[in-house]
């Protein structure tokens, strides 16, 4: 059983602190499904990837290609990837489940502190997930630094 994590971004925007989390997952060997809400804001996050990280490339695809099931990360608009991902990174409020947290080897939230409704949001997320007994884990950014500020349950 997996375990939710949940990133707070409170010193930098999706766009720079997404090619960090995503190479941390990689270099675990995970596939990936990177879930967003927004079909534009993906494109956007597709190109920074071609652009970042500089000192390498972190291979992916947008779903609805012929090689989804093939993609180390796959970009999606909803669940079930191609990809069999053993991470899904949820960003821009796209929905999780219970079940899938219990699934997976990690479910990633990552949510906008500037922004009041994506932090209600996930927080609604966090208590909908470890009222069903999923384990969790909360992080903020901290001096250009991940620090653990919260954890429930075994993870």
Known sequence: MGAAFFYHLT?????????????????????????????????RLDQILWERPEDGFLPHGMAGGPHDADQ???????????NSPACVMAVDGAEVSAEEAQALER?????????PDAVAHARTQWKALTDAGCAAQYWAQDGGRWVKKAEKGDS
């Open 11 to 43: 010193e930098s925007p999706l766009e720079a602190a997404l090619p960090l989390l995503l190479g941390k997952a990689r270099e675990r060997g995970w596939r990936i499904e990177l879930r967003g809400t927004d079909r534009a804001r993906l494109d």
């Open 72 to 82: 180390p990360i796959l970009f999606t608009l909803g669940q079930g990837a191609a």
């Open 107 to 115: 479910l990633c939230v990552i949510f906008d502190g500037a922004n």
